[in-house]
């Protein structure tokens, strides 16, 4: 008989538990728990230490809703990641190619972005408030690609860098943006890092993605945030510079300390 998944999605049993790492099986169940919550916080409670009265948590409230929370996962082979996925009754999407974290993981690992084939999946969960919504966004970096290594997957299961909790934001615009930016900056301490446009996702005109992670100063929960816009926003990224010595600090800072308990 079916048992019930963290997701709240009834599952069968499986015999591919070597798809994912232990690790990674963990890591899974932590974001599905993660995402679960997050669907029925506050936006100050996901972006606290920022005050709930504050520009960040208001301006969040007005113009945004809670969307996901992001894991990366290391699958056997892509086919086999999927299936497993839906084995557990989490009904994956269909993948697609993911640019922006290609290019963060190359950069990160000094890697050539050809060799870095991630993607992307999302997983619908049965949510508290009663919808069904794909909140679990899952990157996937198989073992069977040319640009993977072993320490790759050490290093990110060990610091979780491409966890996050993420924010769709309702209508765009290059001023709505700025005022999250600065906004986020000033009241939760959070750093722009950067973004990215995905023409594979958000529609015809494709999606931006705007990256953020908690200044070195702050020890909570939640250490990255993305804000996710329909349409193509290159202009916005291209014109504003992003917080990069500061960046670095909180990412060297991270390193040497470990993960968060929980994105």
Same mark, same amino acid.
Request: glycine fraction near 8%; charged fraction near 25%; charge should be negative.
């Given at each position: ?26 890591? #899974? ?23 709930? *009265?504050?520009?960040?948590?208001? &301006?969040?409230?007005?113009?945004? #809703?809670? /969307? ?5 996962? +290391?699958?056997?082979? &892509? =086919?086999?990641?999927?299936?497993? #996925? ?7 999407? @269909? ?33 508290? /408030? ?8 899952? +990157?996937?970096?198989?073992? /069977? ?12 299961? $060990? ?7 993420? +924010? ?8 709505? &943006? ?20 995905? @023409? ?20 909570? =929960? ?7 816009? $329909? ?13 990069? *010595? ?13 993960? $968060?308990?929980? /994105?």
């Amino acid at each position: 008989m079916p048992a019930l998944h963290s997701s709240g999605n009834a599952v069968e049993d499986i015999s591919e538990e070597g798809v994912f790492s232990p690790s990674g099986r963990r890591q #899974l169940a932590d974001t599905i728990n993660a995402a679960r919550f997050a669907s029925t916080a506050t936006p100050a409670t996901l972006l606290a230490p920022a005050p709930q *009265d504050g520009e960040a948590a208001r &301006l969040t409230e007005q113009a945004c #809703l809670f /969307d996901h929370c992001g894991v990366l996962l +290391f699958p056997d082979t &892509l =086919e086999a990641g999927l299936r497993h #996925l839906d084995r557990l009754g989490l009904a994956p999407l @269909p993948a697609v190619p993911s640019v922006v974290v290609r290019h963060r993981l190359a950069t990160r690992y000094l890697l050539d972005p050809v060799g870095c084939d991630v993607a992307i999946t999302r997983l619908r969960l049965q949510l508290p /408030d009663g919808r069904r919504h794909a909140a679990v966004e899952v +990157f996937l970096f198989p073992r /069977d690609r040319i640009g993977y290594h072993s320490h790759i997957e050490d290093s990110e299961v $060990a610091h979780g860098f491409e966890r996050h909790t993420a +924010f769709v934001v309702r209508r765009p615009s290059t001023t709505l &943006l700025a005022r999250l930016v600065a906004s986020w900056r000033a009241d939760a301490g959070l750093l722009w890092e950067g973004g990215g446009y995905n @023409p594979h996702e958000g529609g015809p005109e494709g999606s931006t993605v705007l990256y953020f992670v908690r200044d070195q100063a702050y020890q909570t =929960e939640r250490r990255r945030f993305e804000l996710h816009c $329909a349409g193509d926003f290159r202009d916005f990224l291209d014109g504003r510079a992003r917080d990069a *010595d500061a960046v670095d600090r909180a990412y060297r800072r991270w390193q040497a300390t470990g993960p $968060a308990a929980s /994105d």
